[in-house]
């Protein structure tokens, strides 16, 4: 296990974060070399801003696109900084070339911002949306591949599936989904939101042509910042053009951004990557196997996600009975016991879920574990 009193961070004294599946917290560190980032900008803004020296805090926050590429397996060409996901799902989805009658292919349970660029384009354009339906769950990765090949249409261009569901925390066969687009000629686009910093990912083993993800979730990097790549033979299909031109971060195509931010996230990525992903996965499935072995007892509760094997991940979420209502459940577990979960997304399931991560022990978990059942006592269920 990772020693999660090793991280200097900032939280409220007392609070226990457990949704970092929404925003994950910040060390005081890369806060503080943020401020430093933002002061050294002020100080000379416009060498700092488009100076292409090393010394320029917008060298520096271009240089982020290599670490990123170093993280996910890419090269940096094919990586571009953005705001979070949702600006790089809305990138892509301005991006590929669609006609009338073309379709897209996406699951019943992708996050908003994850459709949302699509859903405007189905709107616009007349592009058809298909949904696989993704039964909560589901434990067989073949039956969900089935699924997907089963809703594949002769006008199907692309694939959009989130890597690790956001409310049901299904880890998703990708790699089997993007060999699928592949033989049907569509792309595969993949929303890793929930996936990178909890986990090794590796897009070219993946086979995706298209991964977004943000800075501000597991990677604990500042709000609003994340990544887009776009594997090279991909970039040739998708326009506009100005993608090839506006790669650099703050250059004069692409415009002026919040070069500080993504300096930290350089240094957030730093600190993953020095734990090692494969330690940050196995820390994380110990503690979501503890909180899945304690929800699992719990008979108000139901378990709606793997609690292990390909398809588990960190995202452990539970339905409850309809008598007890997720909101007031949150908003007790917070101001009684300090303790931040998230109330699952009602149009899915009426529950909860808990992400726990490298700064979370097994003490925490236990807590919260605690906490939930004196609450679900008091409901009386
Ligand atoms: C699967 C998924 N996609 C997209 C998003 C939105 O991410 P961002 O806030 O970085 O745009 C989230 C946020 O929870 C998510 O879970």
């Avoid at 939101?193 to 500042?222: E, N, T």
């Avoid at 951004?257 to 940050?280: C, E, N, Q, S």
Wanted: proline share 4%; hydrophobic share 45%; glycine share 10%.
């Amino acid at each position: 296990m990772i020693a999660a009193r090793s991280f200097d961070l900032e939280l409220a004294p007392g609070l226990i974060h457990l949704n970092t599946a929404s925003v994950g917290p910040v060390s005081a560190s890369v806060r503080a070399a943020v401020a430093d980032a933002w002061m050294r900008l002020e100080r000379d803004p416009v060498r700092m801003t488009y100076g292409r020296e090393p010394d320029t805090v917008v060298s520096q926050a271009d240089a982020v696109r290599g670490k990123v590429a170093a993280l996910i397996g890419c090269d940096s060409d094919e990586v571009l900084l953005t705001s979070g996901t949702t600006d790089g799902m809305i990138k892509l989805a301005q991006a590929l070339p669609l006609v009338a009658g073309d379709r897209v292919l996406m699951t019943d349970q992708e996050h908003e911002g994850g459709e949302t660029g699509w859903l405007y384009r189905g709107a616009r354009d007349g592009i058809g949306i298909d949904r696989v339906a993704l039964p909560l769950g589901q434990t067989s990765a073949e039956t969900l591949v089935a699924r997907f090949a089963a809703a594949l249409r002769p006008r199907t261009r692309a694939i959009i599936v989130s890597h690790v569901g956001s409310a049901s925390g299904l880890r998703m066969p990708v790699a089997a989904i993007a060999r699928l687009a592949r033989d049907a000629g569509a792309l595969c686009i993949v929303d890793g939101a929930q996936a990178v910093g909890q986990m090794p990912v590796d897009v070219r083993r993946i086979g995706c042509d298209a991964y977004a993800a943000s800075g501000h979730k597991w990677l604990m990097g500042l709000k609003g910042t994340g990544f887009l790549y776009i594997a090279r033979p991909a970039q040739e299909r998708l326009g506009p053009p100005q993608w090839l031109l506006t790669r650099d971060y703050g250059g004069n195509s692409s415009g002026t951004g919040p070069a500080p931010l993504m300096v930290g996230l350089g240094l957030a990525i730093d600190r993953i990557d020095a734990l090692g992903t494969k330690a940050v996965e196995q820390h994380n499935a110990a503690l979501a196997a503890r909180i899945s072995a304690g929800l699992a007892v719990l008979d108000d509760l139901s378990m709606i996600g793997p609690r292990r094997g390909e398809l588990a991940s960190a995202l452990v979420a539970a339905r409850l009975p309809d008598a007890i209502d997720s909101r007031i459940l949150r908003d007790r577990m917070r101001g009684r016991h300090g303790i931040i979960i998230k109330m699952a997304e009602k149009r899915w399931f009426n529950g909860i879920r808990l992400s726990p991560h490298i700064f979370n022990d097994a003490a925490q978990v236990d807590a919260a574990l605690n906490a939930l059942r004196i609450e679900l006592d008091q409901f009386g269920a």
